[in-house]
Antibody, heavy 122, light 110 residues
């Protein structure tokens, strides 16, 4: 059974870099059938798509975050990571990692499995 | 303010049928699939509807999605107390060149 688990510091200082890792079990991030991504949710607010990738192929980053976001992979540990630089209070949110199935669409939106989320406060 | 507009709240009584609307535009809903997510309190979102009308395995057929023009709807029939949650619509936006979420609708089961 697929499981995703976010990990990282729960508190980051303004102007510093937020770094989170998603550890995947029960499935490989290098499986080209699926894509993997990050979504965040400020406290009491709605969902915001940060970015996603198809291992070895395409990727998507939200345009307003693109200059500050890096999503990287470590296939030896079956992990992928999010780095968000120069954070401000506006980056305070629960951060979720997820796996998606393109299923013939390029929308990056069929997110079928999610981690439990991690709250990061700036 | 979200590009996809949802009512902030909705309510119904057990057994009732309710619908949640998601209003968009020609750059998102009209030409693209709509997705719906359910977020129970304190938990991660769960995919409820994909490709506008399809249900993932395990999602009860009480939940259904529809799309017409620049709007989409999620219908829940036979409302249950455990349906009390936040519901989000989502779609690709051609103008923004990215996926977007609606602002969410909080469903209360009275």
């Amino acid at each position: 059974q697929l499981q995703l688990q976010e990990s990282g510091p729960g508190l980051v200082k303004p102007s510093e870099t937020l770094s989170l890792t998603c550890t995947v079990s029960g499935g490989s991030i290098s499986n080209s059938r699926y894509f993997w991504g990050w979504i965040r949710q400020p406290p009491g607010k709605g969902l915001e798509y940060i970015g996603s990738f198809h291992y070895g192929a395409s990727s998507y980053y939200k345009s307003s975050l693109k200059s500050r976001v890096t999503i990287s992979t470590d296939t030896s540990k079956n992990q992928f990571s999010l780095q968000l630089t120069s954070v401000t209070a506006a980056d305070t949110a629960a951060y979720y990692c997820a796996r998606g199935d393109p299923n013939g669409s390029s929308s990056w939106l069929q997110l079928e499995s999610w981690g439990q989320g991690i709250l990061v406060t700036v | 303010q979200s590009v996809l507009t949802q009512p902030p709240s909705a309510s119904g009584t057990p057994g009732q049928r309710i619908t949640i609307s998601c209003s968009g535009s020609s750059s998102n809903i009209r030409g693209n699939y709509v997705y719906w997510y359910q977020q129970l309190p304190g938990t991660a979102p769960k995919l409820l509807i994909y490709k506008s009308t399809e249900r993932p395995s395990g999602v009860p057929d009480r939940f259904s999605g529809s799309k017409s023009g620049t709007s989409a709807s999620l219908a829940i029939s036979g409302l249950r107390s455990e349906d009390e949650a936040d519901y989000y619509c989502a779609a690709w936006d051609d103008s923004l060149s990215g996926p977007i979420f609606g602002g969410g609708t909080k469903l209360t089961v009275l």
